[in-house]
């Protein structure tokens, strides 16, 4: 049942714990917005504990006005939900068109942002701006789906539960990854480790920059499984995911990571 060694993984339910893609939490830098109030948004990027968060909204005449959180730091996690807080400050300065003047810059505390979050793709925003509060429920925002193809050489690691008393606990492995990503989002990926290959199939979805895929596998060892991959991020150098697995007709399970270098010129 080395079928599951593949990616990186795990699911909400785990949230909380899951492996970093900043340095410290599951990287919330994005492009965040409320799908049934299109026209304004969240700018959030993230270094390590951190999100430098940027606010486009409208003012009490409807003018374009933004806000910013630069330093909305990791405060802990309550229940499975993450909770980022830091103060939110109004600025002003010189004109576009013109000379920049930097002693014509201003800022202006005018409340705190707290950005918490329960889900990979779906947080909430709360805000104060001058006695005026205000909560949002907010998610990623997607315009474009990245294509997963390509072949990657790294490794797999995780947990086996309920396997046996041969399988169960952590395991790390090198692998290669071959994966195929078509036109109407049907991935497949081929993993060959040092004394196993498994094969998996699945639908891929994307949400902002986080990509998903569901499916199912089967290894050479004869094992069938279900997978969820999570945090599916892809660049022109790696890849990296998190994988969920579950035996068709079985108990046994894999929770663990997956990640690899990008081969070719």
């Not at 947080?123 to 193809?149: F, H, P």
């Not at 991959?229 to 995911?241: C, D, K, N, P, Y």
């Amino acid at each position: 049942m080395k079928f599951l060694h593949t990616a990186l993984a795990a699911v909400l339910a785990c949230f909380a714990t899951l492996a970093q893609a900043s340095s410290l939490t599951t990287d919330f830098s994005d492009l965040w917005f409320n799908a049934n109030e299109s026209g304004w948004g969240a700018n959030v990027i993230q270094q390590n504990d951190t999100l430098f968060v940027t606010l486009f909204v409208y003012g009490p005449q409807s003018q374009p006005t933004w806000y910013v959180a630069s330093a909305v730091r990791f405060t802990g996690s309550s229940g499975g939900t993450l909770n980022f807080s830091g103060p939110l400050y109004q600025t002003s300065g010189p004109y576009f068109g013109g000379s920049f003047n930097p002693n014509n810059v201003t800022v202006r505390q005018v409340g705190t942002l707290t950005f918490s979050a329960s889900q990979i793709s779906a947080a909430q925003i709360s805000y104060g701006v001058d006695g005026v509060n205000i909560n949002k429920s907010v998610v990623r925002q997607n315009w474009a789906n990245e294509n997963l193809a390509g072949v990657y050489l790294g490794s797999s690691l995780g947990t086996w539960t309920n396997c046996g008393a041969a399988r169960n606990g952590y395991l790390e492995s090198y692998a290669m990854f071959t994966i195929t990503h078509d036109a109407s989002n049907a991935v497949t990926i081929r993993e060959d480790g040092s004394n196993y290959t498994c094969n998996y199939s699945g639908n891929y979805t994307q949400a902002g920059r986080m990509g998903t895929i569901i499916g199912t596998g089967l290894c050479s060892d004869g094992v069938n499984a279900t997978f969820t991959a999570t945090e599916v991020q892809v660049s022109l150098q790696s890849i990296a995911m998190r994988f969920l697995t579950n035996q068709i007709n079985g108990s046994c399970t894999f929770v663990g990571r997956e990640g690899g270098v990008r081969r070719g010129p």
